[in-house]
C-alpha cells in the first residue's frame, strides 16, 4: 500500500478498498504513516465520503489499534452511547437501570472538554469515586456490582485518539463516517453485545441538524449490526436542557434524585432514561419493548437501580454520604428572576451552558481543573407558565459571589418568555432500529 495513492484514489472520489484501509490505519498507529498523510486521507474522506461498507472497514481498524474487550458473563452485556448535550446526565441512570433489569453494562465514558463536564468528571464529584480504572479492574467491577463507568484508557483505540486531535485542527471533524468510525471503534472495543444510540440534536448538541442526527444515528446502528452487535438509536431534541441541573456534583444529585423515585417519571427527561434503558433490555434479552419498558418502570420506582448505582460508586471507591454531605455545604448563589408575565417558550441550552462554563463547570483544555458545584440549576421547563419576578434559575459556584451578577445577565438571555401557552414537545425525535 503506498499512502499516497490511497490519498489519490480517495480525491477522486473512489471508494477504498478492506486491505488498503487497514494497512493505512496499521501504519498510521505505527508512526510509519505521518500525520500530514492521515490528514490528507481525513480531508478527502470529508469531502468525498465513504461508502457503508468503507466506513466499517475503518471503524473495524480503528478498533484493532488497541485492545479489544471479551465479555464471559452470564448476563448479556450492554452499553448506550449519548453525543453529548447539557444536563445530559442520562447515563447514570440508564446504566444502572438496564444492570438493574440483569443486563451487565461495561460503559467507557469521557471527561469533557469544552462547555461542560462529561460523565467521568460527574462521577468524579462523588469523593473518593476512581473513574480511571485500570482495564483489569473495570472487568472486575462489571462483574461484580453489574456496572461501571470509568474513563477509556490509552489501551483503547489508540488510533482514534491520535486521529481525532489531528481532525480537530484541520477542520475535519464533520464528517458522518468519520464520526462513526471514531464513536463504534471505542464502543465495539468494549465489548459489549448490544449497543444503543442517544444522537442528540439541536443548539446545544454536536448535531444540529435532524437531518445530520439522523444520518449519524442510521450510520452507527449500520456499523454496529455490521459488527455483530444489536443495535438502535433514537435522535433526541437537545435544544433545552435536559432536566434542571447543568454543571457537575448538581448533575449527579439530580441522577440520584430521579434513582430514588423522588423526580416523577412522566417527566420528559426521566420518559427518555427509561426508553433508553428499556431498548438495551429489549435487545439483550430479546423480549418486547413494551415488556422491557414495564420492567425499567418498576426497577426504577422500587429502587433497585439507585441499588446498583451504589453498587458501582461503593466498588470504585467513592462515598455517597461524603457526597451527600458535600452538597450542604455553603456555595455562592445567585437566582435569576423573570422580568414579565408569560409562558417559557424556549431555553437555550448553548447560552446556559456558555454560562455554566464561565462559572467553572468545563474546561478548557484537558487537565484543567472543575469546580465540581459550579453550575446552573433551572426552576422552569419550556411550557410553564411564570410571574413577574419569579424564579428561573440559581447559578452556583464554589468561592466568593465575584462575577455572579454578570453570568446571571447572561443566563437570563437563555430564556424567552412569550404571552400565550406554547404545546409541549416530546424529546424524541426519530427512532432507529
Ligand atoms: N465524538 C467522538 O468520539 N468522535 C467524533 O468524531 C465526534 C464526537
Redesign the pocket.
Known amino acids: 500500500m503506498i499512502a499516497k495513492l490511497v490519498i489519490d484514489k480517495k480525491r477522486e472520489g473512489h471508494a477504498l478498498g478492506s486491505a488498503e484501509i487497514r494497512e493505512f490505519i496499521e501504519g498510521f498507529t505505527a508512526g510509519d504513516i505521518p500525520d500530514y498523510q492521515m490528514s490528507a486521507l481525513a480531508m478527502a474522506i470529508c469531502c468525498r465520503g465513504m461508502t457503508e461498507r468503507e466506513t466499517a472497514d475503518l471503524t473495524d481498524a480503528m478498533m484493532r489499534s488497541g485492545r479489544c474487550l471479551e465479555w464471559n458473563l452470564d448476563a448479556p452485556t450492554a452499553d448506550k452511547h449519548s ?1 453529548g448535550g447539557v444536563g445530559d446526565k442520562l447515563s447514570l441512570v440508564i446504566q444502572p437501570l438496564a444492570a438493574a433489569c440483569g443486563l451487565a453494562v461495561p460503559s467507557l465514558t469521557g471527561r469533557g472538554l469544552g462547555l461542560t463536564g462529561g460523565t467521568a468528571d460527574k462521577l468524579e464529584t462523588i469523593p473518593g469515586y476512581n473513574a480511571s480504572l485500570s482495564l483489569d479492574d473495570f472487568s472486575k467491577t462489571v462483574a461484580e456490582a453489574g456496572v461501571s463507568m470509568t474513563v477509556q484508557t490509552d489501551e483503547i483505540t489508540p488510533a482514534d485518539k491520535k486521529l ?1 486531535a489531528l ?1 480537530d485542527v484541520t477542520g475535519t ?1 464533520a464528517s458522518i463516517p ?2 462513526t468510525a ?2 463504534l471503534s ?1 464502543k465495539l472495543a468494549e465489548g459489549a453485545g448490544t449497543l444503543v444510540f442517544d444522537v442528540k440534536c439541536g443548539a446545544g448538541a ?1 448535531m444540529k441538524t435532524r437531518e445530520d442526527a439522523l444520518a449519524l444515528a442510521k450510520s452507527l446502528v449500520g456499523g454496529a449490526k455490521a459488527a455483530g452487535r444489536r443495535s438502535a438509536a433514537l435522535v433526541t431534541d437537545m435544544n433545552a436542557p435536559l432536566g434542571a441541573a447543568v454543571g457537575n456534583a448538581n448533575e449527579v444529585a439530580e441522577a440520584l434524585a430521579i434513582l430514588r423515585g423522588e423526580i416523577d417519571q412522566s417527566r420528559a427527561d426521566v420518559g427518555l432514561c427509561i426508553e433508553l434503558a428499556a431498548l438495551m433490555v429489549s435487545l439483550a434479552r430479546e423480549t418486547t419493548l413494551d415488556d422491557a419498558r414495564k420492567m425499567c418502570r418498576e426497577r426504577l420506582a422500587d429502587g433497585s437501580a439507585m441499588e446498583k448505582f451504589s453498587a458501582m460508586v461503593k466498588s470504585q471507591g467513592g462515598d455517597l454520604d461524603r457526597f451527600e454531605r458535600m452538597m450542604h455545604e455553603p456555595v455562592s448563589k445567585f437566582r435569576v428572576q423573570s422580568m414579565r408575565h408569560g409562558v417559557v417558550a424556549a431555553i437555550d441550552a448553548e447560552k446556559v451552558a456558555r454560562v455554566a462554563f464561565r462559572l467553572g463547570a468545563g474546561r478548557e483544555k484537558a487537565g484543567d481543573r472543575i469546580d465540581p458545584r459550579a453550575g446552573v440549576t433551572l426552576s422552569v421547563a419550556a411550557g410553564d407558565k411564570v410571574s413577574l419576578g419569579a424564579p428561573l434559575a440559581t447559578l452556583e459556584r464554589s468561592g466568593g459571589p465575584d462575577g455572579l451578577e454578570a453570568a446571571a445577565a447572561e443566563l437570563l438571555k437563555a430564556f424567552t418568555i412569550v404571552p400565550s401557552p406554547i404545546e409541549r414537545r416530546g424529546l424524541i425525535l426519530e427512532r432507529v432500529e
Do not use: E, G, M, Q
Request: positive net charge; aromatic residues 20%; charged residues 20%.
Open positions: 453525543t481525532y481532525r471533524v468519520l464520526i471514531s464513536i471505542k454536536f
